[in-house]
């Protein structure tokens, strides 16, 4: 027997944010009517019922439409880790700059200018490693 993987009912509380920067890197690789109902239903906070009447579905089939979308959106994400990537990039740069700071101040001793540029360094390595 074939088991059917079990795709989570939308929840727009939680997944908002996640499924729109999912969407920013993966929304391409959906097909066009997925792509259309999760950005209706995340991004434009559209409600079954609007999507199906703007679509001409049923509520059903707007509401499938979007888990299944969702879904494809996560396995991209789980086989891909583009958003990972991107958010430890994101901290990384941030580390960077806090070091470059500390490099920058004229009131930083010796010791603590050797130790920020070896941290900027170690920056410097984790990003190539990213990518």
Same mark, same amino acid.
């Given at each position: 027997?074939?088991?059917?993987? #079990?795709?989570?009912?939308?929840?727009?509380?939680?997944? #908002?944010?996640?499924?729109?920067?999912?969407?920013?890197? @993966?929304?391409?690789?959906?097909?066009?009517?997925?792509?259309?109902? #999760? =950005?209706? @239903?995340?991004?434009?906070?559209?409600?079954?019922?609007?999507?199906?009447? *703007?679509?001409?579905?049923?509520?059903?089939?707007?509401?499938?439409?979007? &888990?299944?979308?969702?879904?494809?959106? &996560?396995?991209? *994400? =789980?086989?891909l880790g583009l958003c990972g990537r991107f958010a430890a990039a994101e901290d990384t740069i941030g580390a960077l700059r806090r070091s470059a700071e #500390?490099?920058?101040? &004229?009131?930083?001793? =010796?010791?603590?200018?050797?130790?920020?540029?070896?941290?900027? @360094?170690? @920056?410097?390595?984790?990003? =190539?490693?990213?990518?």
């Open positions: 027997m074939i088991s059917m993987k #079990v795709i989570p009912e939308p929840d727009k509380k939680t997944d #908002v944010i996640d499924i729109n920067l999912l969407l920013d890197f @993966y929304g391409p690789l959906l097909a066009e009517r997925q792509r259309q109902t #999760v =950005e209706m @239903y995340y991004g434009d906070d559209m409600t079954l019922s609007e999507i199906a009447q *703007e679509l001409g579905i049923s509520r059903q089939a707007a509401q499938q439409s979007i &888990r299944k979308g969702c879904g494809q959106l &996560r396995e991209f *994400e =789980e086989k #500390v490099l920058a101040d &004229r009131d930083t001793g =010796e010791d603590d200018a050797m130790c920020a540029a070896e941290r900027v @360094y170690e @920056y410097l390595d984790s990003l =190539e490693k990213l990518f």
